[in-house]
Every structure is written in structure tokens, then in C-alpha cells.
């Protein structure tokens, strides 16, 4: 079946603007995870929802970053007034339930001018 | 090819020989253990993974053990091919939290 996706795969915006950045998890996955990657990097964990329940907002760097995951399927990640530091590579993954194989998507390539 | 000590950032090894890419982790209440190969350009792809009750675990020309004794978890390659040429990751998990901590990665090349 199909796997997790994530649009645009590319994303140049200039300093202060605010970008929007959107993943598909697998179908019937419960649970959805955001992390990101500077370059050379391993994966930091930004956010994760499970269900209903409310996310764990415990990752993200600053206040300028949210998301949200409508109806259960589909997540936007929202940074707002980007900055320099925010470029790197926002990697979704979504697992069948908590703790269960997390499995990810391309990514989007963030750079900021 | 071997990667020692507490992490190694690249390995070279030959065409068809085996690889084995090392991963030291730090805290004893994790769990469960993933590895993941992040190619150029793309995302990182499930290998497999290993629950804190085995010590081994094979797939396809891949196997993992894992020493909870001094805390090791490492990744064999069985006859290393051009196409396992990427960065290799480790990740723990700790009981039923659902937050991966990674490793910095093993850039595994692969010389032909």
C-alpha cells in the first residue's frame, strides 16, 4: 500500500515568512510524528499524535512552530516568521499505534534565506 | 568493515564483504530498538528492529544483537552490496513512550 507522503518536497522561503508543510500518514495508522533534521544530523522529535487524544507538544523549539492533525489522517506543520535556523529537513512518520514501527516519509527540504 | 568504539561516523568497506555499523545507547530502561538506512535525498527506511527480551534478530542479510549488559545494539550487513551504500541509524524506544531518540548515524560507502 501506499506510504507515508509529504508536500512540497522542497520548500525556499525567505526570513519571516510563514510556511506550511503537510503529511499523509499511512491509512489506518492511529498514531502521526513530526521530527526534524539539520544537515548531518540525526532526527529530532518535534511532535506526535495519538487519536484523539492531545498531542505532545514537547518538541517543538519555540512558540513560532505548531501543528495539527484534522479528522485523524492528515497533519500541517506551521512555522511562522522563519528564521535561518529553521532549515533543515521536517520528516513525518505514522505507526498503527503508539510504540509500533514507525515508518516515515521523503520529507520536506526547508531552506530559509 | 567494523565501526568501533562509541560511534564511528563513516565506514568503508568492500563490495560483498559482511559490514557491521555499532550503536551505543544510554539508557537501560529502553526497550525496544530500531535501525534505519536514510539514503541520499529521502527519508529514513525501516531495517529492523529488536525488543530488550532477544539478543538477536535476523532478517533478510541483516541481523541485529543487542547487549543489554553494556548497553550495545549493532547491525550486520551480509555481503555488502553498492545499494546499502547510505547513513544508518540507530533509534530506542523507552516502554510505551512513542518519542524515538536517534543516533547521529554511521555513513556506510560502500567501494565496489
Known amino acids: 500500500g501506499a506510504g507515508v507522503s509529504q508536500s512540497p518536497s522542497n520548500k525556499v522561503t525567505e526570513k519571516g515568512k510563514d510556511v506550511e508543510l503537510r503529511c499523509d500518514p499511512i491509512s489506518g495508522h492511529t498514531a502521526l510524528y513530526w521530527y526534524r533534521q539539520s544537515l548531518g544530523q540525526g532526527l529530532e522529535f518535534l511532535i506526535y499524535f495519538q487519536g484523539n487524544s492531545a498531542p505532545d507538544k514537547s518538541g517543538l523549539p519555540s512558540d513560532r512552530f505548531s501543528a495539527e492533525r484534522t479528522g485523524g489522517s492528515v497533519s500541517t506543520l506551521t512555522i511562522q516568521r522563519t528564521q535561518q535556523e529553521d532549515s533543515a529537513v521536517y520528516l513525518c512518520?505514522?505507526?498503527?499505534?503508539?510504540?509500533?514501527?514507525?515508518?516515515f516519509g521523503p520529507g520536506t527540504r526547508l531552506l530559509v534565506l | 568493515g567494523e565501526s568501533v568504539g562509541l560511534h564511528l561516523p563513516t565506514l568503508s568497506v568492500q563490495e560483498g564483504d559482511n559490514s557491521i555499523i555499532n550503536c551505543a545507547y544510554s539508557n537501560s530502561a529502553s526497550d525496544y530498538f530500531i535501525w534505519y538506512k536514510q539514503e541520499s535525498g529521502k527519508g529514513p527506511q525501516f531495517i529492523i528492529d529488536i525488543r530488550s527480551n532477544m539478543d538477536k534478530r535476523q532478517g533478510q542479510r541483516v541481523t541485529v544483537l543487542l547487549n543489554k549488559t553494556v548497553k550495545h545494539l549493532s547491525l550486520q550487513i551480509a555481503a555488502t552490496q553498492p545499494g546499502d551504500s547510505a547513513v544508518y541509524f540507530c533509534?530506542?524506544?523507552?516502554?510505551?513512550?512513542?518519542?524515538?531518540?536517534f543516533g547521529a548515524g554511521t555513513t556506510v560507502t560502500v567501494r565496489a
Open positions: 512518520a505514522s505507526s498503527l499505534e503508539a510504540g509500533e514501527t514507525q515508518y
Open positions: 533509534a530506542e524506544n523507552i516502554g510505551n513512550d512513542y518519542k524515538l531518540s
